[in-house]
């Protein structure tokens, strides 16, 4: 068999920015039908690279190659009409349109004196929307849909032209398993057809069960292409960060102190109904379940940013009402949120400022901020947690995600809080961050916090939990310990027993 | 989902309903409490109150479009002293002399275009400098109303046709020709985004424009568009008022722009762009007008009047935002 024409060829692709060399001679080649992963820990150099591909920064050397033919991106609808698509990570659509006009954003089809052919467009995109199974039509407005149905019309996207290749930039982080199963449908549907696919993700489980190729970059570099079949995750693993990693599970338990928190009964509308649990010092819980099952909703419940309406929450015994995060941070609960650059962070101030944000009108000399205790809590919480930055002038924004979040942390130990609720602590960090902080949740929890999980990532619940609690739906299913549990029987768990179609 | 779409109906309906309120009160209240002997609800009264809307109405389309696209104008209020100082002075200009009648379609056609060349400073500016729409055009309110002293300092500028003023009285079908021209405006302007590739684009601008731009859609040039749009709009509303009045004071337009903004928030268009409809817009328009005329029924003062406006303005964006609450396990923020 001769060798197929690569649909997407990058050639030696460098590109600087000023005291930083983001992509160093960087190659790539993507064949047609092929799905090739790409591979890196953050900041290694994945968006710069798919940036110049789509036009957005220009390379200072290199050449992008489509089908053989040298081109110079203008832009991502240049790349488009090219037949290179992209499929980001973060979603860009307009909320308050429908789902024809998202899909079609920007390429409305048009009749004479530029009016839109609605009849056309609704054909055409529900026709799209056929091939993906998705439970919504043309006309749906954007914004009532959930995050993971925009997260479809997203990938509708991608079907309205004859693409040649589709970059995929981590399209799974809000799907549920389901949705995941149509996803990989389409993209095999897209193979058969001859269109190449750059797939970009973290996790592991996904690369291995759909890509044929892996090429891995690290600091900019390429570190080089192998066959998925000839490797394991380990091997991919080592290729990223140099080194081995860490995939066993939770034994160790700490000495367990009294109940820190009690939850009785809780309920939010429809979000969650009779949630019971309880955390006890120096325990992990994890909460596991599909997007949606209500997992965030308790913990914004607790942390006062939703009123319950009903049941009870116990702290140390007592009963407590929780109106204000205000009134939970006086109580001794922090909730590191799932959306760490939106919820937890203030992305243009500095490192000491975000994490003395909470506490900042305590820590006043006279009227002024005081400046040295800052520092001195600042100082504490760098060492303590291992945060790499330059300084605490240093901007968060231009940390990596591991170490944002452990600011994010930071900033709730430095409250000497006695819950510690983390929300997706791992959401858009590498690998080997993942361990740190995975370690570092352990940690706290020997040290005396009751930690509560939240996670989506099977293999993250498993790491760090004492205990583990499956919801469906708005309910608790069931609760496991760590020796109890079981893939088979955790994912019955979360999916429903009864079968029936998760929501 | 159910409660989902009640709100919804609600939040659409909500002007009209609060229109049709209006109405119920001043006429009850008007039975007690008017100095004057006729009816609120009086035929006459009713077509003269769109005549009287027609101004700020027609502005309103502009701005909501404008709105939509996400940006806003603060300088409507001068383009239109502007404008209607070019439609009457043109008119008495010696290179015009002996066109009779016919100078009527130039001087329409020279206010117009200075309406259409201001926006399209505006626009530019936008566009190209990427300066806040709300500071571009805050300065160019400044400069625009200085040029309109400039102009003719303090002195008001007059000219009066009768062929004009006939075509401004003129009723057609007993609609008054301001009102013709608000409903022609409405139409027109609704017809642009509802069913326009530039209307559509222009919501999407609004609504998220990260995404407009990853999608190809050149953002400056639409906003460009609507900029322009609204001069011919602010033009517009000049030449139908001026037609019949035939005098402009420096100080006329002065305010309009806020006027204008409360009609169309009023309307329920989001100041932050991407959501809002020409047709509650219309509404909007019609209700502080009928308030205007209302309390003026009841014997009330231009500055009751604006104090009531003021606080009813504050009120319905309270309602509107609890409507938009969803119920108690709403995210707090």
Excluded at chain 1, 193 to 217: C, N, P, W
Excluded at chain 2, 7 to 13: A, I, N, Q
Excluded at chain 2, 302 to 324: C, E, K, M, P, Y
Aim: hydrophobic share 45%.
């Amino acid at each position: 068999m001769s060798d197929p024409t690569p649909v997407l060829r990058l050639e030696g692709i460098v590109k600087t920015f000023p005291g930083v060399r983001a992509l160093d001679g960087v190659s790539l080649t993507i064949l047609p039908g092929e799905v090739h992963a790409l591979m890196g820990e953050n900041g290694a150099g994945k968006s710069t690279l798919m940036k110049v591909l789509g036009g957005i920064h220009q390379p200072d050397e290199g050449q992008i190659i489509v089908s053989e033919e040298p081109v110079v991106m203008s832009g991502p609808l240049d790349a488009k009409a090219k037949g290179i698509v992209f499929i980001h990570q973060e979603l860009s659509l307009a909320d308050e349109l429908s789902v024809a006009e998202n899909i079609y954003l920007g390429e409305l089809p048009r009749k004479r004196f530029g009016l839109v052919d609605w009849a056309e467009l609704e054909a055409k995109t529900n026709a799209i929307l056929e091939k993906l199974k998705v439970g919504f039509n043309a006309k749906t407005r954007v914004g009532d849909l959930s995050i993971a149905n925009q997260q479809m019309v997203e990938i509708a996207r991608a079907l309205t032209v004859d693409a040649k290749a589709v970059i995929f930039d981590e399209p799974t982080a809000s799907l549920t398993d389901a949705e995941k199963i149509v996803l990989f449908e389409v993209i095999a549907d897209l193979q058969a057809q001859g269109v190449g696919i750059a797939y970009i993700s973290h996790r592991m489980e996904e690369i291995f069960k759909i890509t044929d190729r892996i090429s891995v970059l690290r600091d900019g570099q390429y570190q080089g292409t192998v066959n998925t079949a000839d490797t394991n995750e380990e091997g991919v693993t080592q290729m990223m960060i140099g080194r081995k990693l860490d995939l066993s599970r939770n034994e160790s338990h700490h000495e367990l102190g009294n109940v820190a928190l009690e939850v009785r009964d809780l309920s939010c509308g429809k979000l969650f109904q009779n949630v019971s649990f309880e955390v006890r010092r120096g325990e992990v819980v994890g909460f596991y379940g599909l997007v949606g099952a209500g997992r965030t909703e308790i913990a914004e419940t607790l942390f006062g940013l939703r009123n319950p309406t009903g049941g009870t929450i116990l702290l140390d015994g007592e009963v407590v009402s929780i109106n204000s995060p205000y009134d939970a941070i006086e109580k001794g609960i922090s909730l590191v949120p799932e959306d760490r650059k939106g919820q937890g962070l203030v992305l243009g101030m500095n490192c000491r400022d975000n994490m003395t944000l909470p506490q900042v009108d305590d820590l006043k000399a006279g009227p002024f901020v005081a400046d040295g205790a800052e520092i001195a809590i600042f100082d504490l919480y760098r060492d303590k947690l291992d945060i790499r930055t330059p300084g605490w002038k240093q901007q968060v924004g231009n940390l990596s995600g591991g170490n944002q979040q452990k600011i994010v942390i930071g900033k709730w130990l430095s409250m000497h809080p006695n819950v510690l609720i983390v929300d997706e602590p791992t959401r858009g960090i590498d690998v080997g961050s993942k361990a740190e902080i995975h370690n570092l949740l352990r940690e706290l929890a020997a040290q005396g916090y009751a930690v509560i999980v939240i996670s989506s990532e099977m293999p993250e619940v498993l790491h760090v939990s004492d205990r583990i609690v499956a919801m469906y739906s708005g309910r608790i299913t069931r609760t496991f310990t760590s020796e109890e549990v079981t893939e088979d029987n955790l994912i019955q768990a979360i999916s429903g027993i009864g079968g029936d179609k998760v929501a | 989902m159910q409660a989902g779409q009640l709100s919804k109906y609600l939040k659409g309906g909500a002007i009209w309903g609060f229109i049709v309120f209006e109405l119920i009160f001043f006429s009850v209240a008007g039975e007690f409490l008017s100095v004057s002997d006729k009816a609120f609800m009086d035929a006459d009264n009713m077509l003269l109150l769109f005549k009287q809307s027609a101004p700020i109405g027609i502005i309103a389309m502009g701005m909501t479009i404008v709105m939509i696209n996400g940006n806003i104008d603060l300088s409507v209020g001068a383009i239109y002293a502007i404008a209607a100082i070019v439609l009457l002075d043109s008119m008495t200009w010696p290179a015009f002399e002996g066109l009779g009648d016919m100078v009527i379609p130039v001087a329409w056609a020279l206010a117009l275009l200075s309406g259409v060349v201001l926006g399209a400073i505006n626009g530019l500016i936008v566009w190209k400098t990427g300066v806040d729409a709300f500071i571009v055009t805050l300065g160019a309110m400044l400069g625009y109303r200085g040029l309109v002293f400039m102009y003719n300092g303090e002195q008001p500028t007059s000219h009066l046709n009768w062929t004009l003023v006939d075509f401004a009285e003129a009723q057609f079908l007993g609609l008054h020709t301001a009102t013709w021209f608000l409903l022609a405006v409405t139409l027109a302007i609704w017809f642009l985004m509802t069913r326009t590739v530039h209307g559509r684009n222009a919501y999407a601008i609004g609504n998220n424009r990260e995404a407009a731009v990853n999608a190809g859609i050149r953002v400056g040039p639409h906003m460009m568009i609507n900029f322009m749009i609204i001069g011919f709009l602010a033009a517009l509303s000049a030449i139908v008022f001026y037609s019949e009045s035939g005098s402009v004071n420096p100080n006329d337009g002065e305010l309009y722009e806020l006027w204008v903004i409360t009609a169309v928030v009023l309307g329920g268009t989001k100041l932050t762009g991407g959501a809002g409809s020409i047709i509650s817009t219309f509404g909007g328009v019609v209700a502080i007008q009928l308030l205007r005329k209302g309390l003026a029924h009841l014997g009330a003062d231009t500055s009751t009047v604006n104090l009531v406006i003021g606080l009813i303005l504050i009120a319905v964006l309270f309602l509107d935002r609890q409507l938009n609450v969803k119920g108690k396990e709403e995210l707090k923020v």
